[in-house]
């Protein structure tokens, strides 16, 4: 009668104590090790591919930008290619560009976030304050580019809504260089450390066989060596033009995932040099009449991965039928094959839940009776990295 | 002023409660916790429970499915509490009014459960780290 | 595969084909009955290697379409299978799970939202929509308004 004795079922969520979409995930668990895991959405859920039905074509921008506060460059983008592809439009040289830059600044800020996150979700706060920390210059760089911080609304079709002024691109490129020397510490931080290596290598292994039977894409694919990237395979905007990598790690663990995004930062920015450089002159938007009856599909290369929307028209001025597929939607799944067999607190982070705890190492400053300072940021650092390599050294 | 009140005023912890956001609200919140902006030095931070919590942060349309957990969130917050509601969203259900799945606005729920809630409003899309804050400040000079 | 090899390869199941429609080099539209979706998904994820992006659920008034959408990265390829399900009572079509696991939650969602059975899926619980949403109401057919 042993099927008759209930499992265990561990719930997490739907609230989990830090921010994020609200999800609902039961696992099942014998002794410390899950043996199945149950998801339950619809806790986000708005109907937007029907209120999309009830906008015109020029406002969907708006709305799918809204999808996901992220990746509030890409969606917009892959409609609007869409919505191109069924009217035959091609947008200005310079219209391309801008979108160029403006879908890599995002990467890079989506992808220090998801760093940041990372790093709190397994008790590391250090990396979470440093990470969150060096997003805000590439945020500000967007509010003046596009007027907010997110949700940026800036492609619409035919082009762009703002420009890129020539007089930010200096600034944008000292920025860049700042950011590169920073993303460069913390990567080397990263990868150089013990504690690290121990907490995330070899946890939630998604294998390459799986990688494609659940069809993942972004750095969840390319984590697991799977190297497709929308960018290189089906050129949009102006990535034809410019020259970067594809960066892949075959481990498929978690710590592959982190390396290739920190990875994919220096190519953005990379990225981003080339295409201000040859940042062309001209308009940044055609005049848009008439979407004619067709259907099309258009798909960008996300943070986290393809955003793919299929825009079906009558010849009216709204879509009849528009389908979003976000990155996530194949990419949670894989837990399936990634989480079971795993122990309980590896779960957790596979599924980037939370081990709610804060703290700011960041402005910290041993101060002495005197009131003189003695231990400043830049010693700090040097102490800890001194800790660090003294850990290491132990742990070898 | 009852004491309840003065020691709600000072150094609320606050419990962040997504119903539907689009994730951008919820990043600015966090935001506010990072050393740009840091309001941990003033005593505010997130805890993982309602029953910890003096205020809640709702961000979100309040989609079908999460406005029955809202209620229960609400009622398992500590009394006396202050509800923020942030973004567009929550404040009105903004660009999503005529989703099939939306029961939102946020502040009926929450008056559903309780008439004379504490209601504070921020809008904005997402509100800026700066207009969280000063949204917060506002309010908590207001009870 | 170049771009002409792949559509060699993809005329060897013409038969099981309605039409083949190629409106820009690199987006492919495939039109079958609904019957011969399964065979043909199978065919282009196991045979041509392409890759699974998504299904789309259209209520098109007179019958339904899904639409099963193929990457196929190396040409840069959008291959969308388009199959029609002409009963409008009861409308139905094999599942693809059993190849493909990813299209399990797709098909879960398409079924909340159109109301579109999928035969030998292995788990048709409710996805998308919330616990207290009435049983037979699809929000995504036409002929719901809001
Ligand atoms: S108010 Fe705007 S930013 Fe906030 S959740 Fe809603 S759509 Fe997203």
Redesign the pocket.
């Known amino acids: 009668m042993k099927e008759s004795i209930k499992k265990p079922v561990l719930a997490v969520g739907p609230f989990h104590p830090l921010q994020e979409e609200m999800e609902f995930f039961q696992l099942t668990v014998d002794g410390e090790i899950v043996t199945d895991i149950d998801v339950r959405i619809s806790y986000n859920h708005r109907g937007i591919e029907k209120i999309s039905e009830t906008l015109q074509f020029d406002q969907v921008p708006y709305l799918v930008s809204?999808i996901c506060?992220i990746c509030s460059a890409s969606h917009p983008l892959a409609y609007v290619q869409a919505v191109e592809e069924i009217a035959g439009i091609t947008p200005p040289e310079r219209a391309l560009y801008v979108r160029t830059i403006i879908n890599e600044l995002e990467r890079i800020h989506s992808h220090m976030l998801w760093v940041g996150l990372a790093g709190h979700f397994i008790g590391y706060d250090t990396v979470f304050m440093w990470a969150w920390k060096y997003r805000e210059p590439v945020l500000d760089l967007l509010e003046e580019i596009t007027g907010n911080r997110?949700?940026y609304g800036n492609v619409k079709i035919g082009g762009c809504r703002e420009d890129v002024p020539n007089e930010i691109i200096g600034k944008m490129l000292k920025e860049l260089d700042a950011l590169e020397k920073k993303t460069d510490m913390l990567t080397k931080a990263v990868l150089d450390d013990p504690v690290l290596h121990a907490r995330l290598k070899g946890v939630g292994i998604l294998s390459y066989e799986d990688a494609v039977k659940y069809a993942v894409t972004g750095p969840t694919a390319r984590g697991s060596g799977v190297a497709i990237d929308v960018r290189r395979d089906d050129p949009y905007a102006a990535y034809a033009d410019l020259d970067w990598n594809v960066i892949t790690q075959p481990e498929g663990d978690v710590f592959a995932k982190a390396v290739v995004r920190l990875l994919e930062v220096f190519e953005s920015i990379k990225i981003i040099r080339q295409a201000a450089k040859k940042l062309p002159d001209g308009p940044i938007a055609v005049e848009v009449k008439e979407i004619p009856a067709g259907e099309a599909v258009g798909h960008t290369e996300a943070p986290r991965g393809e955003t793919f929307h299929y825009v079906r028209s009558d010849g009216g001025n709204r879509p009849v039928r528009h389908k979003v597929r976000a990155p996530s939607f194949v990419n949670v799944p894989s837990f399936k094959a990634s989480c079971i067999g795993e122990e309980i607190p590896d779960v957790t982070i596979t599924l980037a839940a939370v081990d709610p705890c804060y703290s700011c190492t960041e402005r910290l400053a041993v101060i002495d009776e005197n009131n003189k300072i003695v231990h400043d940021y830049e010693t700090l650092l040097k102490l800890s990295r001194e800790k660090t390599a003294k850990m290491k050294k132990e742990m070898l | 002023m009852s004491w309840k009140i003065w020691s709600l005023k000072k150094s609320p912890w606050v419990f962040h409660v997504n119903v539907g956001?689009?994730?951008?609200?919820d990043i600015e919140i966090v935001n506010c916790l990072t050393p740009k902006f840091d309001i941990e030095r003033f005593g505010m931070k997130l805890v993982g429970s309602p029953r910890h919590a003096d205020a809640l942060l709702v961000?979100?349309?309040g989609t079908r499915q999460a406005v029955v957990r809202l209620r229960e969130v609400y009622r398992q917050t500590s009394k006396p509490c202050v509800v923020f509601i942030i973004?567009?969203?929550?404040c009105g259900t903004?660009?999503f009014h005529n989703g099939y799945h939306v029961a939102g606005p946020v502040d009926k729920v929450i008056k559903e459960v309780d008439p004379n809630a504490i209601i504070a409003y921020v809008p904005?899309?997402?509100p800026k780290p700066e207009a969280i804050i000063s949204g917060v400040v506002k309010a908590l000079s207001a009870i | 595969m170049n771009q002409e090899e792949l559509k060699n390869k993809i005329s060897e199941i013409k038969d099981k084909l309605e039409s083949i429609e190629q409106p820009l080099e690199n987006r492919m539209y495939l039109t079958c009955k609904a019957e011969n979706n399964y065979d043909i998904s199978k065919f282009l994820f196991e045979d041509v290697k392409a890759r699974f992006v998504t299904v789309t659920g259209i209520d098109a008034e007179h019958c339904f379409e899904v639409l099963y959408h193929f990457s196929y990265d190396q040409t840069s390829c959008v291959i969308t299978v388009k199959a029609i399900i002409s009963d409008r009572e009861n409308p139905s079509i094999e599942s693809i799970t059993s190849i493909l696991p990813a299209a399990e939650w797709i098909e879960r969602e398409i079924h909340d939202v159109l109301g579109i059975d999928f035969k030998n899926h292995p788990n048709m619980r409710r996805l998308i929509l919330s616990d207290d949403w009435p049983e037979g109401v699809y929000p995504l057919r036409k002929e719901i308004k809001k």
């Open positions: 809204r506060g997110n949700n | 956001a689009c994730n951008n609200c961000t979100g349309v973004g567009a969203c929550a903004g660009i904005g899309c997402p």
